[in-house]
């Protein structure tokens, strides 16, 4: 019988440097013997990252928006996620749920129980068994970024709504210690790497 994987979710504020830290956790859990699987929200499938293309560059209202995401994340379960969870592997998602939380109800400031309806109805039975949450403060955010790339809908958002998005990310973090973990993104990629091999040392061998 297939022992389930297990779901491992990136999230913080553009710039945080999840991504730069999605890579190093697969391989981290590679050189275990673990089959990895990295995939991103919206994206993962044809779908997705259709949608994707549209959230990033299309102007829409934020109802309409989180109904994308939400309609992209759930090919993406059937595709992608619960396939590879019931194979036994283990799935990084780059961003999840907890980022609807926190860029649609605390960034848009839409309702949080519109989005817990639609999370009840598109995956009712599964969360992340773990959350690598990098916190940091916007204004570092917007240092990192500048220049980097022409920014998306997202990024050429004001300051104040990465401050929404990350008191909602903590608040999240708050709600559900047993989840989360909080890594300071405005440390060094060295030092970040150190804690998630310390923190995840004990988490990979169960």
């Given at each position: 019988?297939t022992?389930?994987g297990r779901?491992?979710?990136?999230?913080?504020i553009?710039?945080?440097?999840?991504?730069t830290?999605?890579?190093f956790v697969?391989?981290?859990l590679?050189?275990?013997?673990k089959?990895v699987v990295?995939?991103?929200e919206?994206?993962?499938?044809?779908?997705?990252?259709?949608v994707r293309a549209?959230?990033l560059?299309?102007?829409m209202?934020?109802?309409?928006?989180?109904l994308?995401?939400?309609?992209?994340r759930?090919?993406?379960?059937?595709?992608v996620i619960?396939?590879?969870?019931?194979r036994?592997?283990?799935v990084?998602?780059?961003?999840f749920t907890?980022?609807?939380?926190?860029?649609?109800?605390?960034?848009?400031q839409?309702?949080e129980g519109?989005?817990?309806?639609?999370?009840n109805?598109?995956?009712?039975?599964?969360?992340?068994?773990l959350?690598?949450?990098?916190d940091?403060d916007p204004a570092?955010?917007?240092?990192r970024?500048?220049g980097a790339?022409?920014?998306d809908?997202?990024?050429?958002?004001?300051?104040?709504?990465?401050?929404r998005?990350?008191?909602?990310?903590?608040a999240r973090?708050?709600?559900?210690?047993?989840?989360f973990?909080?890594?300071d993104g405005?440390?060094?990629?060295?030092?970040i790497r150190?804690?998630?091999?310390a923190?995840l040392?004990s988490?990979?061998?169960?």
């Amino acid at each position: 019988m297939t022992v389930r994987g297990r779901f491992v979710t990136f999230e913080g504020i553009d710039g945080a440097g999840k991504s730069t830290h999605i890579e190093f956790v697969a391989q981290l859990l590679r050189s275990t013997g673990k089959d990895v699987v990295v995939t991103r929200e919206p994206g993962g499938t044809e779908l997705g990252e259709r949608v994707r293309a549209l959230v990033l560059g299309v102007s829409m209202s934020a109802r309409t928006e989180t109904l994308l995401m939400f309609a992209a994340r759930s090919e993406h379960l059937v595709q992608v996620i619960e396939p590879s969870l019931a194979r036994g592997q283990c799935v990084l998602c780059d961003r999840f749920t907890d980022a609807t939380y926190a860029y649609q109800a605390g960034g848009r400031q839409l309702s949080e129980g519109l989005i817990e309806t639609l999370e009840n109805w598109v995956h009712p039975n599964l969360q992340p068994d773990l959350t690598l949450l990098f916190d940091l403060d916007p204004a570092l955010a917007a240092q990192r970024l500048a220049g980097a790339r022409n920014a998306d809908r997202f990024e050429a958002e004001q300051r104040q709504f990465f401050a929404r998005v990350r008191a909602m990310y903590l608040a999240r973090a708050q709600r559900f210690p047993a989840r989360f973990i909080v890594l300071d993104g405005a440390a060094s990629i060295e030092s970040i790497r150190l804690e998630l091999s310390a923190r995840l040392a004990s988490w990979i061998t169960n």
